[in-house]
């Protein structure tokens, strides 16, 4: 399947065996549909964003289950496959993107429930299992032989298990600031958030509409979310306004229903036993001041790895990645060079 073409945010497919060409396939506008090159020459990070990259594949394939996966495909050479974190972006990458499509394969893609991706029929393959398998069949899909993966957030809990399902394809790991576990257990430093999560599951059992029309209502970006959520998942003296609205317009645009099935597995996804399988390479990042996953829950990935390394973003928040891109880019470039993947 590919996309055919976008009208009222809503995604026509039609049937084709291989990818397209991004010129074949109709736009629905340069904000959302291009990635904008945030480094200028020296490799710094510009004041102002231009030079839209565009990518030279993009479509929409069907998993296993028949759930519509959207994907783009940046750049030539050898394959970075990239996951974002619960309810986000491709548009988080794009500092990443910018960087790393200039002599890589970069493919961004959609999590079932997110974007431009479907919901699936059965509401039980809202899962981070389901998420992984998608990325085997995205992968195979798209002929990918070897593969580094980098995730974000859920991106590594879903990574995790991606590699377990099929390790000869993946030639290094990259998780930046994330975890295998359920992620209300260290949130804040505390587990207080489990009984948040709690209480709302109560409550959406019982009224699904009204639990889901608050939710709606409460994700709206306004100045009270923007200053809570630059200060509990960014840097907010480094990180850019456009990033953390591109974050919340993200979280908003994302159904209740679909939050809660994939956070509600992950409370229960236990991926330390998928560590213990994984023998490729993988480097850590975190953020020393994250409140998401705490530095703590990176040394415990790191601790259950075979064959890893950490790198420390001082100030670095959950958003290591878009507060501090040239040293997160730095770190992720020299990796792939040390394990002659160029």
Sequence with gaps: MWLEIFKNNKITVTYNPEPQPAKTIAKKSLETTLVESPLNETGSVRDHDSSPL??????????????????????????????????????????QLACFAKKYQVILFDYRGHQFSSQPTNDQHLTLDWCAYDIEDLLTYLKVEEVVGIGHSMGVGVLTRAVALDKSKFKAIIFICGTVKNPFERMFHSNRMNRVHQVSSVFFDIMPGVVSSLWHKLTENNIFNFILASRLGFNADRSKDSDVNSYLEGVHQIPFSVFHALIDDYTRFDGQSYLKQIECPALIITG???MITPKEVQDEIASSLKNSEMHLIPEGSHNSHTDFPNEVNIAIDNFLEKIGYQ
């Design 54 to 95: 565009e990518p030279h594949t993009r479509g929409v394939f069907q998993s296993r289950d028949h759930t519509s996966i959207y994907y783009e495909v940046y750049g030539q050479g050898k394959p970075l496959l990239l996951c974002y974190g619960l309810v986000c972006r491709r548009e988080h990458w794009r500092y």
């Design 288 to 290: 020393e001041k994250d």
